[in-house]
Each structure stands twice: as C-alpha cells, then as structure tokens.
C-alpha cells in the first residue's frame, strides 16, 4: 500500500548550518529534520510554513522565497509513504520567541529540540530523506529529481 504525504518545510541555512529539528515520534524519530509538516484544512502553503516553523523551533518566519518541490519514497513495515516535500528558503527574527517553551514537548508538534546542524555531518544514519534531499541540493548533485526509496 502507498500513502501519499505532502508536506511544507522551511530551510534557514547561516554559514553552511541548518536549522534543525531533533523527531520525537513517527517514522523519522531521533533523526535530524527540517522543521515543517502537514496542513490544516484551507491552510495556503506559506500559512503552513509560519506555523509549523514557528511551532517547532520556537522562530518566527521574516520572509520566505526560493520555493521548491521534491519527492520521496520510504517504506515502513507495512506500507510506503509517498513523502512529497514543498521547500522555501526562510529568514528568521534575530530572537528566539519565548512561544518555544510552549510548542517544544508538547502534543502540538514532534519535536525534541532544535540544533544547526553542519552540512557535511548529516548522513543516512542521523538524518532525514528531507534533510537528505537539502544536501543533495546544496552539493549540487545531478541526480536530485530521480526516484529514491529508503528503508525504514
């Protein structure tokens, strides 16, 4: 069985890192992340990213661009996620608003803390297909719009 998953992500790069988000549950728990997700019902994409970036790190979106779209394929015991991704370049207030306490642990989202993660450190073993399909980008690789399938 395929299950298609669409979901919005914001990529906030500062000097070859990236924000990350740590997974706390679901398929990718305890791996690197970018931070984003799934719409509400008559949420438009760029509501999405503000909230769900907002929700997850604590950051509040200045200004978005660069918007982009990638897919993957992850097979999981049972079935295999579709997982179709929409990436915007995003800037960020200089200040970590103090709505992180309150989002960060708790049921509205899953993550377990946010990291900048180095570029070169992320890998098949700590990271997303997200984070995953973000380094291909940036390493400029050929074959970023083929098919790729992972195993859980």
């Not at 708790?106 to 399909?133: C, F, H, Q, R, V």
Request: aromatic fraction near 12%; charge should be negative; proline fraction near 2%.
């Amino acid at each position: 069985m395929i299950i298609d998953y669409l979901g919005i992500y914001g990529v906030c790069l500062k000097e070859n890192k990236v924000l990350c988000i740590k997974k706390a549950r679901g398929p990718y728990k305890n791996r690197y992340d970018l931070p984003g997700g799934s719409q509400k019902t008559s949420e438009g994409f760029t509501e999405t990213l503000v909230r769900e970036f907002l929700e997850e790190t604590g950051y509040k979106v200045s200004s978005y661009d660069n918007c982009r779209a990638y897919d993957v394929f992850v097979e999981e015991e049972e079935r295999t996620v579709h997982h179709m991704m929409v990436f915007y370049a995003v800037e960020i207030e200089t200040y970590q608003s103090k709505e992180i306490q309150t989002f960060l642990g708790n049921e509205k989202n899953d993550s377990a803390g946010i990291y900048w993660m180095d570029i070169s450190e992320l890998n098949i073993t700590n990271a997303s297909p997200l984070l995953l399909k973000l380094k291909q980008e940036i390493l400029n690789d050929s074959n970023i719009l083929e098919k790729i399938e992972y195993k859980s």
